[in-house]
């Protein structure tokens, strides 16, 4: 008999190994596992009933949540966070009310171009259809507000849909994407097949990026020929990264450039060739030019009717060169004699390719100086008047030397902004354009904040719009988030006000609003540090103490309240028939 070793004696006993099963994933763990592939670093939400195997799932892994308190200020801050970082804002809601809570944050990013996948929870699938119990049609009703949406009814489909979500929401004109999930969908074991893939394939989703040559060559001829060119800059500039490539090319062809609403930030604010913004409360300077130029180049904007004016009087000289990476853009308002369908960068760097001839747009150039001289933005300030909302927009400018991120909603606050904040780099300018949302403002800046934690970032809100999502303030205070709030307050649903008195004879149906909570005590309430600022010096000491602090605080700025936005184009008139050009 052969002796053992006591190696092979003690091996004789040792327990058999046993092989454990590979944990089975069920699909919120396959969607959490997705999302990790996608980079995802930050989601915002709410949960509920529908989404708890989501939430599970996603406490067992790194991702960042950041727990709004409604889930519109969840989906605002998703939208901040997209615009700033240049990222998908991701956002989860659950089924019923908190997919419907979501649906204006949907149709705002919608509007303005901004990449968001939005989950929502479902009941099960065996229900759908009953009006069971928090049931609503999230697919039927954000149809029309998304670039597209899906709804999970086989978990196996799962990967391939949060993949082309994110493919579609980031690629073309960005814009948000829905994906309905169904909670017996997240709870279902996910097997994977032999041919699953982590590519995207749509055959039918082929988003034009690099520009027709032929088109560029008759693009770049008019340029060369045109005596009075003008580029008007939408946000398709600074979604595509092109603000460099802007800047080169209006100088090498000493082209002057007006902004859109969204696109301001696409050229520094005190370069000599930009004219300030266009439109309904743009300045005298770039609507005349839009009214006066012989060649317009529109790059990456939509020609909205607040940008137009009435449309039979609308650059009435020009030929139109339209870039815009959506063609369904092209032609849609304003006939364009040579279309471009190319993402922006494309575009610009195959138009500096050509190496036309210059225009001699001198004479244009200083014509153009001379209205800036003669009709500058303006306002009449006194210490009998009180605080004006100007004021406080420069002294912010002059206190964060035009570097700050800063966001808005909709109304006076916004168009002031817009007119006396000079961006000194892109990607710094969240508002609300298209849907124009009160109570944006606010939750974006906290998007901003997470997308740029070293920025100086500064919210300029109304005093209505504010109170739509100011419990967003326990974020500032659960994070110490260093957003600075900052509402002009003028006890007014400020533009509506203006409009009726401009239009409705002076009566104030419902817009003026005497009784307000106590802001500074409202900030104590949560932790924060509050000002209450009533006058311009007070302003210039307080806000420059606030600003510079690095906590997150909350200035109610008392404006005088009957303080309108001009100069205007009044509604159904045309760019150059503008009001308040000229102080009375």
């Not at 978990?155 to 949060?162: G, N, T």
């Not at 244009?364 to 933005?377: D, F, G, I, M, R």
């Not at 997150?552 to 503008?578: N, T, W, Y």
Request: with cysteine.
């Amino acid at each position: 008999m052969m002796k053992m070793t006591v190696e092979e004696t003690a091996q004789m006993y040792e327990e058999p190994a046993t092989t454990e099963a590979p944990k089975q994933l069920d699909g919120a763990d396959v969607l959490i596992e997705t999302l990790k592939k996608h980079q995802v670093e930050i989601v915002f939400g709410y949960p509920g009933g529908a989404v708890l195997p989501i939430y599970d799932a996603l406490h067992k892994n790194p991702i960042r949540h950041i727990l709004a308190r409604h889930e519109q200020g969840a989906i605002h801050a998703a939208e901040g966070y997209a615009r700033v970082s240049g990222k998908v804002g991701v956002v989860i809601a659950t089924s019923g009310p908190g997919a419907t809570n979501v649906v204006t944050g949907i149709a705002d990013a919608m509007m303005d171009s901004i990449p968001l996948v939005v989950f929502t929870g479902q009941v099960a699938t065996t229900v759908i259809g009953t009006d069971a119990f928090q049931e609503a049609d999230i697919i039927g009703i954000t149809q029309p507000i998304t670039k597209h949406n899906y709804q999970v009814k086989d978990v196996a489909d799962l990967p391939r849909i949060v993949n082309e979500a994110f493919h579609i929401a980031s690629t073309g004109r960005p814009g948000p994407v829905v994906v309905d999930i169904p909670k017996n969908m997240a709870t279902s074991i996910f097997v994977t097949s032999e041919d699953a893939t982590d590519e995207v394939n749509l055959p039918g989703y082929q988003p034009t990026t690099t520009p027709n040559f032929l088109q560029i060559q008759k693009a770049a001829q008019a340029i060369s020929t045109a005596k009075q060119p003008l580029i008007l800059a939408g946000a398709g500039v600074l979604f595509a990264k092109a603000s460099d490539l802007l800047e080169e090319f209006a100088e090498k062809y000493q082209i002057p450039v007006t902004n859109t609403l969204l696109g301001l930030g696409s050229i520094e604010g005190d370069h000599p060739l930009f004219l300030g913004m266009a439109g309904m409360h743009g300045t005298y300077t770039a609507n005349m030019a839009i009214q006066t130029c012989d060649l317009l180049i529109n790059v990456g904007a939509r020609f909205d009717d607040r940008l137009t004016g009435n449309l039979n009087y609308f650059a009435p000289n020009a030929k139109v060169i339209h870039i815009d990476i959506d063609p369904a853009e092209i032609g849609k308002n304003v006939p364009t004699e040579i279309p471009i369908v190319a993402d922006a960068k494309e575009a610009l760097q195959a138009l500096l390719g050509q190496n036309a001839p210059n225009g001699n747009t001198a004479a244009w150039l200083e014509s153009l100086k001379v209205n800036q001289a003669e009709y500058p933005l303006h306002y009449q300030a006194s210490e009998e008047r009180g605080l004006l909302p100007q004021q406080v927009v420069e002294l912010i400018h002059e206190y964060t030397n035009g570097d700050a991120v800063v966001t808005t909603d909709v109304g006076q606050h916004q168009m002031w902004a817009a007119q006396y904040y000079k961006f000194n780099s892109p990607h710094n300018w969240v508002t609300s354009g298209g849907l124009g949302t009160m109570g944006f403002g606010f939750p974006a800046a906290i998007g901003a904040q997470l997308a740029k934690p070293d920025a100086k970032v500064v919210s300029i809100v109304g005093d209505a719009g504010f109170q739509m999502t100011l419990q967003e303030l326990s974020l500032l205070q659960e994070m110490r988030i260093p957003v600075k709030v900052i509402i002009l307050n003028n006890q007014a649903l400020g533009m509506v006000r203006q409009w009726q008195e401009t239009f409705h004879g002076e009566r104030y149906s419902q817009s003026l609003i005497p009784v307000q909570p106590d802001f500074v005590k409202l900030a104590a309430a949560y932790d924060l540090k509050g000002y209450k600022i009533e006058t311009y010096e007070d302003a210039k000491v307080q806000l420059k103490e606030a600003l510079a602090s690095d906590e997150p605080v909350l200035i109610d700025c008392r404006v005088v309240q009957k303080e309108s936005v001009f100069p205007m184009v009044a509604p159904g008139r045309g760019l150059h028939e503008m009001i308040g050009v000229k102080p009375e």
